[in-house]
Nanobody, 115 residues
């Protein structure tokens, strides 16, 4: 049973930083893609950043230059370094992964940017 366990959210002031972490656990063979999505109240879930084959990364325009996605050495972990946070970054952030031809979601971690 594959699970994605994400963590690292919290309350931060505008301009601050947070680092989210996600680990894929269980019996798995192949991870094609891992990434982060977010969903704010009243909004649809949107892609924030993804890391695919050959370390190909993709970012939402709203976070380019502020957020950085990276993978652990074993490739079964993914991180999201978030800098220069803004109130509009407030959302529940979900780890996601394409693993052994199936798509998985983490449970979500709340990020609140407020003074």
């Amino acid at each position: 049973q594959v699970q994605l366990v994400d963590s690292g959210g919290g309350l931060v002031q505008p301009g601050g930083s947070l680092r989210l972490s996600c680990a894929a656990t269980g019996t798995l063979s192949r991870i094609d893609n891992m990434g982060w999505y977010r969903q704010a109240p009243g909004n649809q879930r949107e892609l924030v950043a993804s890391d695919g084959p050959s370390d190909r990364t993709r970012y939402a325009d709203s976070v380019k230059g502020r957020f950085t996605i990276s993978r652990g050495d074993g490739k079964n972990t993914v991180y999201l370094q978030m800098n220069s946070l803004k109130p509009e970054d407030t959302a529940v952030y979900y780890c996601a992964g394409s693993i052994d031809s199936r798509f998985y979601w983490g449970q979500g971690t709340q990020v609140t940017v407020s003074s």
